[in-house]
């Protein structure tokens, strides 16, 4: 029997949850500094807002199983992955360098987590609601059809390329290698960030799950569907997040200045490997795709046009004739301020 607490939707029982729960992990942070907790209340929130949700909803139909699940699997391996990533970096997340002293920045990074803890949770939330799951409320639970597999199997593909892709970042990492080497094996050979692809592609499969009962004829009530649309926010959230935020445009174009600069400067250059950094890294990036896994024998030789395509665009590429000689100029500047600071000492 489902438990209606809020509203029938669970938009407010999610909201109060996350944001107790992130408001908890803050104070921990900012009391006792301790960093570890950031990530893993990230990840665990989304299995705990699954959870709760499938048993307040009490509609234990086979979908609302099986995307509940989905969502709680991925959130652990995340959480799990998180956690011992800040571990093994001596406890320190280097996202908090310039929020360590500042609480309301620091704050404003748990505000925004927030958001994307509820706003990318809102399929199974919406799914697992009575408003979709109870036929007297207008819901209903359609047969598992196409739909439901094609999802599944988004799910898997999308799981299994950023499990995959973490762990081979994280053993190639762990196993410290020279300054002027960058990832280029297993799927990182065939994209230049395959687990943010993996984490679109999975949302976007939850998404086509909870989308078999929107476009099903058991729900007879038009708010109630157009409630469930509204669950798209899900992926395109999360494509926005990783395509236009907080994961290309940090990992990318700041990627290829350091392999410039390295190249460039006259304490790098008697290192034959930091010397030639720049061209090896430039050549990966010409046949290597951004986000989507592709062959690379066949990407390199793609125009502009058709790599836009594939959502490679230029404001990802360090271009050195445009941004090499500002890149150049600052590099400097930071080096006389740090021949004057330690003059000054």
């Known amino acids: 029997m489902a438990v209606y607490i809020f509203d029938q939707y669970y938009l407010g029982i999610t909201a ?10 803050f104070l921990i942070m900012l009391l006792f500094g301790d960093e570890t907790v ?13 959870l709760v949700t499938l048993n307040l909803g009490g509609t234990y139909y086979t979908r609302n199983i099986i995307a509940s699940v989905l969502v709680m699997v991925w959130a652990t391996r995340l959480a799990l992955f998180l956690l011992i990533r800040v571990i093994k970096s001596s406890g320190k997340d280097t996202r908090f360098d310039d929020k360590r002293k500042q609480p309301i920045k620091m704050a404003g990074f748990f505000i925004f987590q927030i958001l994307w803890v509820w706003a990318v949770s809102l399929p ?27 999802g599944i199997i988004m799910w898997s593909i999308g799981f299994l390329c ?7 970042k994280f053993a190639w990492r762990f196993s410290k290698p020279p300054k002027s080497q960058f990832i280029r094996s297993g799927l990182w050979k065939f994209s230049r960030a395959p687990n943010y692809f993996g984490e679109i592609l999975l949302w976007w499969g939850i998404f086509v799950i909870v989308n078999s009962v929107t476009v099903s004829d058991v ?20 494509m926005f997040l990783l395509l236009g935020l907080s994961g290309l445009p940090l990992t990318q174009k700041p990627t290829g200045r350091k392999f410039f600069l390295m190249s460039n400067r006259s304490q790098d250059n008697e290192d034959p490997d930091c010397k030639t950094a720049w061209s090896r890294y430039k050549s990966y990036v010409e046949q290597t795709s951004v986000l989507i896994p592709f062959p ?41 301020d740090n021949t004057e600071t330690r003059a000054m000492v």
């Open 16 to 25: 109060v949850i996350t944001v107790g729960y992130q408001l908890l992990a």
């Open 38 to 50: 950031n990530d893993f209340a990230g990840g665990s929130n989304f299995l705990i807002l699954a």
């Open 124 to 150: 199974v939330t919406l799914l697992n609601s009575p408003a979709a799951s109870v036929p007297e409320q207008g819901g209903g639970n359609p047969p598992l059809g196409t739909r439901d597999i094609i």
């Open 162 to 168: 950023e499990t995959i892709a973490d762990f081979h």
């Open 219 to 238: 729900l007879n009530n038009d708010q109630i569907r157009i409630a469930l649309w509204f669950s798209i926010l899900s992926p395109l959230f999360t």
């Open 296 to 336: 690379n024998f066949i990407y390199r030789k793609f125009p502009e046009v058709l790599r836009w395509v594939f959502l490679d665009f230029p404001i990802y590429r360090f271009n050195e004739e445009k941004d090499g000689p500002k890149a150049l100029q600052e590099e400097e500047q930071k080096q006389q």
